[in-house]
């Protein structure tokens, strides 16, 4: 049986977007929130209500794989499911992050790159592609209260 490759790339395209369809700042930030650097920040006792304090961040990158599924039908058939991998990560650098209540409440980014690899049943079908460093101008805010530091035992 032959596959119509182009449509299933272009169906493969519109699931990758559907996977990658969401805040990415939050997402980081709660990635930033659970890192035992901020662990202390999340304790009344040591950072006391309304004290405002900055973190800079040191050079780290956050990684996430997706799974985007095709599924192939023929006319009314389901034929086949084809499960593909899509790794990305998200690198950073220079990052500073404003905390008050036990919550990152904004922060400047520094600098960033990613890269990406997408693979079928375990194989690569590309080289990994990395973009170039850039830095991300400006700042970034959470509204209140902010993205939460657990608070726990580390």
Known sequence: MKL????VGSRLDQALGQVLDCDVMEMVAKGWAEADLLAEFADPAKHPAGEQSIV???????SREFKPVIAVTIGSCPCVELEFGFAVSANFGGVQLAIADGHII?????EAWASATLSFQGQPLNDPA???RMPIPGAFEFAAPGIPIP???R
């Open 4 to 7: 119509a490759w182009d449509y």
């Open 106 to 110: 904004g922060g400047r980014m520094g």
């Open 130 to 132: 990395e973009s170039r």
């Open 151 to 153: 608070l726990g035992s």
């Open 56 to 62: 800079e961040v040191g050079a780290h990158d956050f």
